[in-house]
């Protein structure tokens, strides 16, 4: 029977001669390669590993001159027989985002989408179009610059503004009212706090710079909290705290839903 061998492919491999899980390990290598080749990184830092779990190769996102906190990795579970892409915080050594996939080629398209969320640029990739998003630079849109910092203070002014506009509009209904601020460098969070009676509730937006589309979380989202009073003695019939987030596509569909909250909770 004639074999029918793929182009590009070690012929042992396609038919199954000699020890899988070494053709694994040297195939997960030369994935980690073709990579750093494409994305002009240190071809020094690769690093194979294998434990009782799985094997994997890993790799520093660090280019001429330049150390990037980030050290990408995949990994094969022997277990589940599936792939993992992800990458780690260097200096806390933390994982930062990891994604199961089903074969080493979607491992490493997963890991070049990690590279270009921080503005990596592939050897000879041309984009032939390019989608202004509508409210963002040119310069954002088309992934120039420090596209990260300028997308996150561009989103702070527009949650602000919707913020102190909507305390004006509502002013003098609650007691009490004040804008309140959660910035990470993953997300922002800045809502509308108040007090009517004795209970406390919070209406805020979300920004996520860099969604998952895979996780459905899109750039925007609108969430409230409600403190009740504690259920002392007193008051034994006091409700439950109440919270809720829902991701929406742009800021305007948020802010329509936080203040839907605002007078219908």
């Known amino acids: 029977m004639r074999a029918h061998f793929i182009r590009g492919e070690d012929p042992k491999e396609q038919m199954s001669i000699g020890n899988k ?39 520093d996102g660090k280019q001429p001159n330049i150390l990037y906190p980030y050290r990408y990795w995949i990994f094969y579970d022997f277990e589940r027989e599936h792939f993992w892409a992800g990458y780690t915080y260097i200096p806390k050594d933390e994982i930062a985002d990891q994604m199961p996939k089903n074969s080493l080629e979607e491992a490493m398209l997963q890991t070049r989408i990690y590279l270009n969320k921080f503005n990596w640029h592939a050897k000879g990739a041309v984009k032939e179009s390019v989608n202004f998003e509508r409210g963002l630079k040119p ?29 004006k509009e509502w002013r003098g209904e609650p007691p009490y009212m004040r804008i309140k601020e959660n910035i990470q460098k993953e997300f922002m969070q800045i809502g509308v706090e108040y007090t009517p009676g004795s209970s406390t509730y919070y209406n805020y937006l979300v920004y996520v710079p ?52 605002y007078h219908n909770l």
């Open 21 to 59: 899980i070494v053709q694994l390990e040297k195939r997960m290598e030369r994935a980690a390669r073709i990579i750093c080749r494409d994305y002009d990184l240190d071809l020094n830092t690769i690093a194979p590993w294998k434990d009782d779990r799985g094997m994997g190769v890993e790799f």
């Open 139 to 167: 310069m954002d849109s088309m992934e120039i610059g420090r596209v990260h910092e300028r997308k996150m203070k561009a989103a702070y002014r527009q949650m602000k503004e919707a913020c102190e506009e909507m305390i």
């Open 210 to 261: 860099d969604p998952d589309i895979e996780e459905g979380i899109t750039h925007w989202a609108a969430g409230y909290k409600i403190e009740h009073r504690s259920k002392w003695p007193s008051s034994p019939n006091a409700p439950t705290d109440e919270q809720d987030e829902i991701p929406y596509d742009t800021i305007e569909d948020a802010i329509n839903k936080m203040k839907w909250w």
